[in-house]
């Protein structure tokens, strides 16, 4: 294991994806925080550092589905893997460094965005309002999100054999996860009330009184609902991302499932691929 971590690092450090994407995501935050310190002073919207921390947590997806796409999947392509096992490393093996490797990346895409934030955050909105614990609570939940988004990657990544193919599939199943929450969001913001409306009619005051929301959820539709909601990574990611983030216990227990089931899927994809 430590040498296929230590030849898959030496490789990664000198990927132009890696980098490329290390970049976006600091110059992503640098012109967010730029554009946010111009609106306060311009409008007087008010912002403070703590909102800035949940930022890459909301992104990361995007960034580990191509990274995962497009760096697991040139060992396809390059023979890389058929090396690897003709080495007498096993498929076990072989599969989990991949999975290091892109949790890693993941964690260091994170970490620019932070690293921005704080070099020019600290200066334009001061230090922290809320307690250090709310914001390392988040960064704690965000990382758990992160290692799920890897091994959700990573099985495509190792399953699939051909490059294209991997990265438009894990380009679509980010963008599809994020599409679903974004739904479910809105139909969980469906009021249960409709309110009463007053206008004028022909100059005379008119009004209606409030009528129940046909579209509001309710009972275990709802549950269900808050359930797809809570569990998909997407969904702890909007959450995340929200000025006032719905925390929850759970959220680190649902990230560890979907990391662990999917690693464990994963391999046994993995080792009954026939990689003649």
């Not at 994170?110 to 960064?139: E, H, K, R």
């Not at 994020?178 to 409306?197: D, Q």
Request: charged share 10%; glycine share 8%.
């Amino acid at each position: 294991m430590s040498k296929l971590l230590s030849a898959g690092f030496a490789r990664m450090w000198k990927n132009t994806m890696f980098w490329l994407e290390i970049i976006i995501m600091a110059l992503l935050f640098a012109a967010i925080m730029i554009a946010d310190y111009q609106s306060a002073r311009d409008y007087g919207n008010a912002y403070s550092l703590d909102t800035f921390f949940s930022g890459p947590f909301v992104v990361i997806g995007f960034f580990t589905a191509s990274f995962a796409s497009m760096f697991l999947g040139t060992e396809y392509s390059d023979g890389t893997i058929r090396n690897k096992l003709s080495t007498g490393h096993s498929r076990g093996t072989v599969y989990l460094s991949g999975l290091i490797l892109c949790f890693a990346a993941t964690l260091l895409f994170c970490l620019s965005a932070i690293a921005i934030i704080c070099i020019m955050g600290i200066p334009l909105f001061g230090f922290l309002v809320n307690p250090l614990a709310d914001t390392s609570a988040v960064i704690v939940i965000g990382i758990f999100t992160a290692a799920a988004y890897s091994a959700i990657f990573t099985l495509v990544s190792m399953s699939v054999t051909n490059k294209p193919i991997t990265v438009m599939v894990c380009i679509f199943l980010c963008i599809a996860f994020y599409f679903s929450s974004v739904r479910i969001e809105a139909k969980l913001g469906e009021p249960e009330i409709n309110p009463g409306y007053a206008w004028l009619e022909n100059g005379v005051p008119v009004s209606s009184r409030p009528t129940p929301n046909p579209n509001y959820i309710s009972g275990a539709k709802r549950e269900c609902y808050e359930f797809i909601y809570d569990f998909l990574p997407s969904g702890q990611s909007i959450q995340l991302g929200k000025k006032t983030p719905n925390l929850s216990v759970l959220f680190p227990l649902y990230s560890l499932f979907i990391t662990v089931s999917s690693t464990a899927g994963g391999i046994l994809i993995f080792r009954k691929r026939d990689l003649k």
